[in-house]
């Protein structure tokens, strides 16, 4: 008690009210304008007019039809690749762990235009190998099969990284045990090792499942060619054909994604209810086996496997941007850089959208680091139900789809502020307060972490000294959480910088991003340049995550979810 006393009084009196207004400001207030919009639309009758349409019957049917089966398949993919990376002896882990959840950090955009590029009858890349299909063939990812499958491969890497932590902390005792009482390979990891990871198992499939609910990129660039549309892409079409009642629609359709998706919640937590997976004993690397003459064969397949998901569409990408048109094969005389050359120097749509992008991205990622901070000391200084409270707030709108994020702050934002009568909707502002509530829970993690492991003791003699709050987090609290702080900006950027839910709802003539501009480059025929914005996007992807890897040995554990 005297201990969190002292924590209390070492706090300045301004820094809980700051805290809560902020996040009311960026959860609270847009979260609750979409509910009292969608209620107010179902009491005046509005519901029975679009629950009466066909086509929102079959945007839902097939927005669970794709987000289930991009679940089972994203189950498959991360499960294997957890199991195998995590408990045996392949090599390589680290890069086969970066590799995996590359394509996680790639925008879903890029990744279905990636794909897009490496199939079908025009695929520049097939045409020069030539394995392309005949002329006139259909492209077969114009589907909801297509959308699942890349669905699938793209949320893969979270189920990945929802089984990995546990299968790292597995007793090492109990295998050893087993495998002294003679019990096979198999056995163990039947009896043991599978059902301690469940819990991972069922969070990963949960959480494949609510992201493609919500994931509005890949069933944009391969549905709406077709005319098949699920909920996130039936609400842009809503806004885009404007009318009367349009605001009243995409509330009602965006609660219903978020009931979805907390239906997909809701039956994880049934699921693990009234099991104990309490594990008791030493956990380490010591519970991997030895694959023994089937660690070649694992290894080339995972490589494999790599190659299909990730260098193939991504070696199309780049063949499609080298081309003068889509359909043309790549050689030495079609070879050229002009794509390039027109979306870095002539282009102003490209031009106008890297400088939004740059300046969203990099806005979000520095001014968030204020309230990050100010918000990590006080979670960890301040546990308690008010603090999982104000922690649940922050998450919600990371959480939900980014649709119905885009949506709430559309409702509360469509007509002009009051006092001031200024209206930010339609402006590069309303973009910019949107991902500061969708990151907040990003860029909150690291620095939180930083929080936990430093002693308190520290900042308490140098407050029994008489340092005030300002002159403790300047010379003692902040230049220790430098490294987490520093991680905490560049995952918001890496993640802002091609953001593509949000802001396609947001956006407006002047303040598109690089995610709109690939899209809407598609949309209108022009895929070399789409191909080849999306291919400098991957670039600055990586590179952003090689620089993160060079700040993994100063950064808390579990900061970079691909590291072991």
Same mark, same amino acid.
């Given at each position: 008690?005297?201990?969190?006393?002292?924590?209390?009084?070492?706090?300045?009196?301004?820094?809980?009210?700051?805290?809560?207004?902020?996040?009311?400001?960026?959860?609270?207030?847009?979260?609750?304008?979409?509910?009292?919009?969608?209620?107010?639309?179902?009491?005046?009758?509005?519901?029975?007019?679009? /629950?009466?349409?066909?086509?929102?019957?079959?945007?839902?049917?097939?927005?669970?039809?794709?987000?289930?089966?991009?679940?089972?398949?994203?189950?498959?993919?991360?499960?294997?690749?957890?199991?195998?990376?995590?408990?045996?002896?392949?090599?390589?882990?680290?890069?086969?762990?970066?590799?995996?959840? @590359?394509?996680?950090?790639?925008?879903?955009?890029?990744?279905?235009?990636?794909?897009?590029?490496?199939?079908?009858?025009?695929?520049?890349?097939?045409?020069?190998?030539?394995?392309?299909?005949?002329?006139? &063939?259909?492209?077969?990812?114009?589907?909801?099969?297509?959308?699942?499958?890349?669905?699938?491969?793209?949320?893969?890497?979270?189920?990945?990284?929802?089984?990995?932590? %546990?299968?790292?902390?597995?007793?090492?005792? %109990?295998?050893?045990?087993?495998?002294?009482?003679?019990?096979?390979?198999?056995?163990?990891?039947?009896?043991?090792?599978?059902?301690?990871?469940?819990?991972?198992? =069922?969070?990963?499939?949960?959480?494949?499942?609510?992201?493609? !609910?919500?994931?509005?990129?890949?069933?944009? =660039?391969?549905?709406?060619?077709?005319?098949?549309?699920? @909920?996130?892409?039936?609400?842009?079409?809503?806004?885009?054909?404007?009318?009367?009642?349009?605001?009243?629609?995409?509330?009602?359709? &965006?609660?219903?994604?978020?009931?979805?998706?907390?239906?997909?919640?809701?039956?994880?937590?049934?699921?693990?209810?009234?099991?104990?997976?309490?594990? =008791?004993?030493?956990?380490?690397? &010591?519970?991997? /086996?030895?694959?023994?003459?089937?660690?070649?064969?694992?290894?080339?397949?995972?490589?494999?496997? +790599?190659?299909?998901?990730?260098?193939?569409?991504?070696?199309?990408?780049?063949?499609?941007?080298?081309?003068?048109? *889509? %359909?043309?094969?790549?050689?030495?005389?079609?070879?050229?850089?002009?794509? *390039?050359?027109?979306? +870095?120097?002539?282009?102003?749509?490209?031009?106008?959208?890297?400088?939004?992008? @740059?300046?969203?991205?990099?806005?979000?990622?520095?001014?968030? $680091?204020?309230?990050?901070?100010?918000?990590?000391?006080?979670?960890?200084?301040?546990?308690?139900?008010?603090?999982?409270?104000?922690?649940?707030?922050?998450?919600?709108?990371?959480?939900?789809?980014?649709?119905?994020?885009?949506?709430? /702050?559309?409702?509360?934002?469509?007509?002009?502020?009051?006092?001031?009568?200024?209206?930010? *909707?339609?402006?590069?502002?309303?973009?910019?307060?949107? *991902?500061?509530?969708?990151?907040?829970?990003?860029?909150?993690?690291?620095?939180?972490?930083?929080?936990?492991?430093?002693?308190?003791?520290?900042?308490?003699?140098?407050?029994?000294?008489?340092?005030? /709050?300002?002159?403790?987090?300047?010379?003692?609290?902040?230049? $220790?959480?430098?490294?987490?702080?520093?991680?905490?900006?560049?995952?918001?950027?890496?993640?802002?910088? &091609?953001?593509?839910?949000?802001?396609?709802?947001?956006?407006?003539?002047?303040?598109?991003?690089?995610?709109?501009?690939?899209?809407?480059?598609?949309?209108? %025929?022009?895929?070399?340049?789409?191909?080849?914005?999306?291919? +400098?996007?991957?670039?600055?992807?990586?590179?952003?995550?090689?620089?993160?890897?060079?700040?993994?040995?100063?950064?808390?554990?579990? !900061?970079?979810?691909?590291?072991?």
């Amino acid at each position: 008690m005297p201990r969190r006393s002292a924590n209390r009084s070492s706090q300045p009196a301004w820094l809980l009210p700051f805290v809560i207004i902020a996040v009311c400001l960026l959860s609270g207030l847009p979260l609750a304008r979409l509910l009292y919009a969608g209620l107010r639309f179902s009491l005046e009758g509005g519901a029975t007019g679009l /629950f009466s349409e066909p086509s929102t019957w079959f945007a839902i049917r097939n927005t669970l039809m794709t987000a289930t089966a991009g679940m089972v398949i994203s189950v498959l993919l991360g499960a294997t690749f957890a199991f195998v990376v995590t408990l045996t002896d392949i090599r390589a882990k680290g890069f086969f762990s970066f590799a995996f959840v @590359l394509p996680m950090m790639i925008p879903p955009q890029v990744t279905a235009l990636a794909w897009v590029q490496m199939s079908g009858p025009a695929s520049p890349l097939l045409k020069t190998l030539g394995l392309a299909p005949p002329l006139g &063939s259909p492209q077969p990812l114009y589907s909801l099969g297509g959308i699942a499958l890349l669905l699938g491969v793209q949320h893969a890497p979270l189920v990945f990284l929802a089984l990995k932590a %546990g299968l790292a902390s597995l007793p090492r005792d %109990g295998v050893e045990a087993a495998r002294l009482a003679g019990a096979s390979p198999m056995r163990v990891f039947r009896d043991i090792i599978f059902p301690l990871a469940v819990p991972g198992l =069922i969070a990963g499939a949960a959480i494949a499942f609510v992201s493609g !609910v919500g994931n509005f990129g890949i069933p944009a =660039i391969l549905g709406i060619p077709a005319s098949i549309f699920v @909920l996130p892409t039936l609400i842009y079409s809503r806004l885009s054909s404007f009318g009367a009642g349009t605001f009243a629609e995409m509330s009602q359709l &965006s609660m219903v994604i978020a009931a979805i998706a907390g239906l997909g919640l809701v039956i994880q937590q049934r699921a693990l209810r009234g099991r104990d997976y309490r594990i =008791i004993g030493l956990s380490g690397q &010591s519970a991997a /086996f030895s694959l023994g003459p089937w660690r070649l064969i694992a290894e080339a397949g995972f490589s494999l496997l +790599l190659f299909a998901v990730l260098v193939a569409p991504l070696a199309a990408l780049l063949a499609s941007s080298l081309v003068p048109t *889509y %359909g043309v094969p790549l050689n030495f005389q079609t070879m050229s850089l002009g794509a *390039y050359s027109e979306i +870095l120097f002539r282009q102003s749509v490209t031009l106008t959208a890297f400088a939004n992008s @740059l300046f969203l991205a990099g806005t979000t990622a520095c001014g968030l $680091l204020l309230f990050t901070v100010l918000t990590a000391y006080l979670l960890t200084r301040r546990p308690g139900k008010l603090a999982n409270i104000i922690t649940g707030l922050i998450e919600i709108p990371y959480a939900l789809p980014g649709i119905v994020l885009a949506v709430a /702050f559309i409702l509360l934002f469509a007509a002009p502020l009051p006092f001031v009568n200024v209206s930010i *909707y339609g402006t590069i502002w309303i973009i910019l307060i949107a *991902y500061f509530s969708s990151f907040f829970a990003v860029s909150l993690k690291p620095v939180a972490s930083a929080f936990l492991q430093l002693d308190p003791s520290l900042e308490e003699a140098a407050r029994l000294s008489g340092a005030g /709050f300002g002159r403790r987090m300047r010379d003692i609290l902040v230049p $220790l959480i430098a490294p987490a702080a520093g991680a905490s900006v560049i995952l918001v950027f890496l993640i802002a910088c &091609s953001e593509l839910t949000v802001s396609a709802l947001l956006w407006s003539a002047g303040t598109q991003t690089l995610g709109v501009a690939i899209f809407n480059l598609d949309d209108s %025929g022009s895929s070399d340049l789409a191909s080849a914005l999306s291919v +400098l996007v991957v670039i600055m992807v990586v590179i952003l995550m090689l620089l993160l890897e060079l700040l993994a040995k100063h950064l808390p554990r579990g !900061v970079l979810p691909w590291r072991n």
